[in-house]
């Protein structure tokens, strides 16, 4: 069976760091938009329960203001930021800026549109999300 030695399966589709920080940033793009959307349905729920009257409202919203609350929104603030920042990185690849000029594909084949600047783009993703997490986090807890 020495032909099935080579496959990993999804554990080596899932692997990180056997393809470097471009599939990380599409883990992470899937996992921020599955929990921002979410969010976005707790958040309905808990809009809504102002249509109940002011202490169901008032009891909803005691929910946000405990330690998990906290850091709940504080990991909301961080997928957000990350997946516009991400994003924006998409969509500008998609358009053709910041890809680098097409070439014969020679071996080994390298895309030029994972250039360093879209891995720069990607680290700058990641700390733009931290950095709003720290924020994020000194204005809810109050520090």
Known sequence: MKRNENREGIKG???PGRYGIERLAYWLMRITGLGLLAYFIGHIYETSSILSGKDAWNSMLEMTQTTEGHVLLTLVIGMCVFHTANGI????????IGVGKPARPDYPYIPASQNNMHKLCIYAS???AALAMMYGA???FGE
């Open 138 to 140: 000194s204005v809810l």
């Open 13 to 15: 589709m899932a692997n």
């Open 126 to 128: 990641i700390g733009l």
């Open 89 to 96: 990185r998409v969509m500008l690849g998609h358009g053709g």
